[in-house]
T-cell receptor, first 112, second 113 residues
Framework: DAKTTQPPSMDCAEGRAANLPCNHS???????VYWYRQIHSQGPQYIIH???NNETNEMASLIITEDRKSSTLILPHATLRDTAVYYC?????????????FGAGTRLFVKA | KAGVTQTPRYLIKTRGQQVTLSCSPI?????VSWYQQTPGQGLQFLFE???????NKGNFPGRFSGRQFSNSRSEMNVSTLELGDSALYLC????????????FGPGTRLTVT
């Protein structure tokens, strides 16, 4: 997997946008960037993934730089329920399935 | 569509015993991955199964094993339990194609005493 680097923690005010950065400077041209989050004591939840273009779904937006060396997950209007650990991963594209390596992630605290 | 289910949700075992955990993937998903999560080591990949075959394996001792059945349900087994095996064990299912997202179950909390 391409190595990803994330800040260990971030704060965000409720109702404001939360912008979570991820550095993946060693990513290969065909490797996707995936974001998951884990709310305390629950299994991780898939959020979004992208390759080159920016992506948006009902949960978040993903902005990937043109050189693909970094990306930003945007939660447009953070709520207290968005407090969680957010993981950015870039598993290798292989025909032989997954060997997904999760890092420490970013612990996001949404404050009222 | 029902999500990933794991049984049991909680388990207490004694050192030296063995344990079997079960995972039922989302209908239509053919890939099942297992992870161990501890406060000290974070989320660590154990192995991945697809069509009853182990495709990938993490860096865990041979005491950790798994299998997948023809209906894609999967089990993992840990033999000769050690105190350090206390963890949250998570399984995740996916379609199994090269690029797709994984959906996690709620996990099984294993405590070894």
């Amino acid at each position: 997997d391409a190595k990803t680097t994330q800040p260990p923690s971030m704060d965000c005010a409720e109702g404001r946008a939360a912008n979570l950065p991820c550095n993946h400077s060693t990513i290969s041209g065909n490797e996707y960037v995936y974001w998951y989050r884990q709310i305390h004591s629950q299994g991780p939840q898939y959020i979004i993934h992208g390759l080159k273009n920016n992506e948006t779904n009902e949960m978040a937006s993903l902005i990937i730089t043109e050189d693909r060396k970094s990306s930003t997950l945007i939660l447009p209007h953070a709520t207290l329920r968005d407090t969680a650990v957010y993981y950015c991963i870039a598993p290798p594209l292989r025909s032989g399935g997954f060997k997904t390596i999760f890092g420490a992630g970013t612990r996001l605290f949404v404050k009222a | 569509k029902a999500g990933v289910t794991q049984t049991p949700r909680y388990l207490i075992k004694t050192r030296g015993q063995q344990v079997t955990l079960s995972c039922s993937p989302i209908s239509g998903h053919r890939s099942v991955s297992w992870y161990q999560q501890t406060p000290g080591q974070g989320l660590q990949f154990l192995f991945e199964y697809f069509s009853e075959t182990q495709r990938n394996k993490g860096n865990f001792p041979g005491r950790f094993s798994g299998r997948q059945f023809s209906n894609s349900r999967s089990e993992m087994n840990v033999s000769t339990l050690e105190l350090g095996d206390s963890a949250l064990y998570l399984c995740a299912s996916s379609l199994g194609q090269a690029v797709n997202e994984q959906y996690f179950g709620p996990g099984t909390r294993l405590t070894v005493t």
